[in-house]
């Protein structure tokens, strides 16, 4: 039986919180690439602070239909695979789109771009971006508004996101009906 200080500390009431060792936080989980039929990302998605951010329906429509416009080989993911050619050819105004691409998203240098580092990509540019001031008529009265509002221009900056990365981003031949919204 293990009685207080047999561990080499003295275990007992006056024990304060702080003094219990840093786990750090917990792993991250993956979530599952985007495809066509499946559309569970959003229900498995991981809890950080970024993705604590309420996208709309809308929002979210438009972040996974402008991914898998540019998963042009439907794998899962995002790779210099996607823009290359019919012939494999990969003009250098492609690469130059997939290096922007790569740079900004590829969080793990690991040469592609999943569905988690698309998303949080997209969230990370919107929160760099300015506040929309249409979603600002007045100062908030309450908490909740405010965050309401931030919330509405945090959507409202990502669709203009989405929009501007479907027009740098739309491969050659799609006219600017190709992204339901976003044209």
């Given amino acids: ?3 207080p200080g047999a561990l080499g500390r003295n275990y007992n009431k006056s024990t304060v919180m702080d003094e ?3 786990r ?12 066509k039929s499946e559309s569970t990302y959003w229900q498995e998605q991981s809890h950080s602070a970024i993705d ?3 996208l709309e329906a809308e929002t979210k ?7 898998q416009l540019l998963d042009a080989n439907q794998d899962g993911q995002v790779s210099i695979e996607d823009f290359a050619l019919p012939s494999g050819e990969i003009p250098r105004e492609r690469q130059a789109q997939w290096e922007m691409l790569r740079d900004e998203f ?3 240098r690991n040469g592609v771009v999943d569905a988690d580092e698309f998303v949080n990509g997209v969230k990370r540019q919107a929160l760099k971006s300015p506040l929309d001031p249409g979603c600002f008529p007045s100062i908030p009265t309450s908490h909740k508004d405010c965050l309401l509002w931030l919330n509405a221009s ?3 900056t990502i669709q203009q996101l989405c929009k501007a990365l479907y027009e740098t981003m739309r491969p050659a031949g799609l006219n ?3 992204l339901a919204g976003l044209s």
């Fill in 176 to 178: 600017s009906m190709g």
């Fill in 20 to 22: 219990q060792p840093d």
């Fill in 154 to 156: 945090v959507n409202n």
């Fill in 24 to 35: 750090g936080p917990p792993p991250p989980m993956s979530p599952p690439a985007m495809k």
């Fill in 52 to 54: 604590t951010m309420y």
């Fill in 61 to 67: 429509q438009q972040i996974e239909q402008l991914y």
């Fill in 1 to 3: 039986m293990l009685t």
């Fill in 106 to 108: 590829d969080f793990d």
